[in-house]
């Protein structure tokens, strides 16, 4: 297997006396969905801030490209192409799609304006790029859109600056059927052309459909790290609920010793 864009070992967390990561190995591939799940509480969350550089970890190692990295801060992680699409999505209603793509990364002409043309170009671009038809002009109004097309703006202001890593919070959560096809979808786009993305979801039926690896945590710890192909819905199910699954011989414990 082709070495991992990123790759965490031993990751710690705590906030005050509650330890929340406990010596958590991750390994994120180019070209692959990683799907990573667990139960509320079992410390998604808090790695996805981790890895993003918003929560600094007690101990543990990061590795880009197989180089030791620091995230001092999210600007450390953004500058290594990591950009994160959280559940909020953190898109501006009152703005279009190019204002929102852009915001606080404005392109500006020699003279300090704003360059609208370049902007507009290069959301087209982008969304093209991602094979992107339902919107139909990249000056709409965010709040216009469905909400299917306010997750495929988001994916694309991720995309836009030449990210290497995608993680994906929760991106089909109350979406409908149409939509929800629509951004699984772009989600083995994203892969497809050679990114390597993480998907945060409590949906087993998405996970199984796009990813390649499944990682599950539970009460903070790597229940496994698998290959989507080498498991099935009822066996990721016992490790969220339990840490364990007797069918495949994985424990919490045994996980992380081996990962």
Known sequence: MTEPLLELRGVDKSFGPVQVLHGVNLKV?????????????????????TVAGIYHAD????????????????????SLGIEVVYQDLALCDNLDIVQNMFLGREAKTPTRLL????MEDRARQTLASLSVRTVKSVRQSVASLSGGQRQTVAIAKAVLWNSRVVLLDEPTAALGVAQTRQVLDLVRRLADQGLGVVLISHNMNDVFEVSDRIT???????????????TNNS?????????????????AATANESA
């Open 115 to 118: 360059d609208e043309l370049t």
């Open 216 to 230: 599950a945590l539970f009460l903070g710890r790597v229940a496994a790290d698998l290959k989507t192909s080498d």
């Open 59 to 78: 101990a543990g190692e990061f590795f880009f490209e197989g180089k030791p990295v620091t995230f001092n801060g999210p600007k450390d992680a953004a």
């Open 235 to 251: 066996q990721i199910v016992e490790l969220i609920t339990s840490g364990r699954s007797g069918s495949i011989g994985i424990s």
């Open 29 to 49: 591939y180019p070209g692959q969905v990683t799907a990573l799940v667990g139960d509320n509480g079992a410390g998604k969350s808090t790695l996805v801030k």
